[in-house]
């Protein structure tokens, strides 16, 4: 049955629609998940600690994606629901041309860049090991940002062309080459975290390549590629809508600089590399969990663009109060099974046992995160649907930065390394505050509530 942008959404048909984006995100977050397990058990520690302080180097620069995926969509959307699917595809077509123009860029200069920011990142430590796999990393991953910009901005665009599953089968099979070419590369091979890097290299490829070779055919979406040219106001019209995507990752790639300095601050040169892999791995867990928010998130925003476009307020109110719902939910099922799952997660990295008992420690308070940030990861994504990129944008950015930041910073004074774990709790904290504010403000204005 194919469910429509247009139809009227029942618990059940919501579920189905946003499902193929909910696993999409999910089966991207395990195959980074089994990336770092590959490089933990066969690689070593260094290795984990070296991925950790570049990978939000390589985030920062494949957000550039998520901005004009989640932004994009969220206008072509609305111009679908305004009944100009002509304009909506020449908009969908200069989104794409562009975001590989700026990914071919950030490919070629990052190759200069990588030396000089490893050297930064592993400020403290003096371990070349650990700066040359980071080099390495970073060299390769950047080689492939084209395709991975690509890859993130079709995540959206699949479910705006009412075509997830398809989303979610490329997903799926990047990942699956990802995971078969991580046990040939690092087991087989044993080309260690070089042989990661290039298994995730070859994935990014396949991910961004297909979806341009599907949308440039006569496809059965409402999308497809054509010629077009630049439109200035829609190009920046869904850089503001998306610019909390965008503050999202960066910022999140920035906290997590910061936490890995604070970690090396706390732990000192001989325990900080330890404790940069105990946090790695938190993240890599914590990314499972919070990727079933962000797919909800993606998968309704469509829905409510869509409506807003063809001024369906019933509809829009509709959608709002059951994703409310869902996401509230959402949160305690993801606390509890966090707890629960605590201990295997963890244990599956295969570090020695004082590097587990501190990441175990660690992920059992950060864990609490998750009761809250459903609600502030959909108020950010439902202003960016509503074409209101500021709104969005300030809340991400107080969400990831300001509240994170001062977090990470003050609370370790006190509670020394539990401070860093409990940090993004208290940032949720504040920013569901925040969250609830701004949906309660604009409710008449859009019709939502």
Known sequence: MRIQLSDHFTYKKLFMFVLPSIVMMVFTSVYSVVDGLFVANFA?????????????????????????????????????GEGDSEKANKYFSM???VT????VVIAVAGQFAVPAVARLLIRGNSDETVYGYCVIYGRVLLAGQPFFILQNIFQSFFVTA????????????AGGLNMILDAVLVVGFKLGLTGAAVATLAS????GIFPVIYFAMKNSSLLRLTKTKFYPQAFFKSCTNGSSEFFSNVSSAIVMMLYNFQIQKILGEEMGTSGVAAYGSIMYVAMIFFSMFMGFSVGSAPLMGYNFGAQNKEEMRNLFKKSLIIMGLGGLLMFGLSEALAWPFIKMFGYEQAVFDMALRGFRIYACVFLASGISIYASSLFTSLNNGLISAMISFLRSVVFQITAVMVLPIFWGLDGVWSAACFAEIFSIIISVVCIICFRKKYGYA
């Open 44 to 80: 070593g520690e260094k290795a984990v600690s070296a991925i950790n302080l570049i990978f939000p180097l390589i985030m920062v620069l494949g957000s550039i994606g998520f901005m004009l995926g989640a932004g994009g969509s969220a206008l072509v959307s609305k111009t679908l």
């Open 95 to 97: 989104l794409v041309y």
């Open 100 to 103: 590989f123009g700026i990914g």
């Open 162 to 173: 009412e075509k997830p599953r398809l989303g979610l089968i490329v997903t799926a099979s």
């Open 204 to 207: 990014q490829v396949f991910g």
